[in-house]
């Protein structure tokens, strides 16, 4: 059973930058699509960015610019580089890996940004 386990959310003034880490417990994402999702408050979950296993990357209009998605094969991890952090970023952000025939969520990792 492949695991996701998200760290690196935390309290930050807006402006600022947090890193995310998605780890898997096998080689999931040099097979499979990464990608970062959030849940605001009272809001239904949304895609934040992904990136294929061809390296295209994807993101959502609200954070281009400030947000950059990486992977490392050899540690099994997906990043998510948070910088110019806004209010409105304060969410549950959650890891996904999936693919044909795959498909694996995290339990997220709160990140809440501070006006």
């Known amino acids: 059973q492949v695991q996701l386990v998200e760290s690196g959310g935390g309290l930050v003034q807006a402006g600022g930058s947090l890193r995310l880490s998605c780890a898997a417990s096998g080689s999931i994402f040099s097979r499979n699509t990464a990608g970062w999702y959030r849940q605001a408050p009272g809001k239904q979950r949304e895609l934040v960015a992904t990136l294929s296993v061809n390296d295209y990357v994807y993101y959502v209009d609200s954070v281009k610019g400030r947000f950059t998605i990486s992977r490392d094969n050899a540690k099994n991890t997906v990043y998510l580089h948070m910088t110019s952090l806004k209010p409105e970023d304060t969410a549950v952000y959650y890891c996904?890996?999936?693919?044909?025939?795959?498909?694996?969520w995290g339990e997220g990792t709160l990140v809440t940004v501070s006006s």
């Open positions: 996904r890996a999936y693919g044909s025939g795959s498909n694996y």
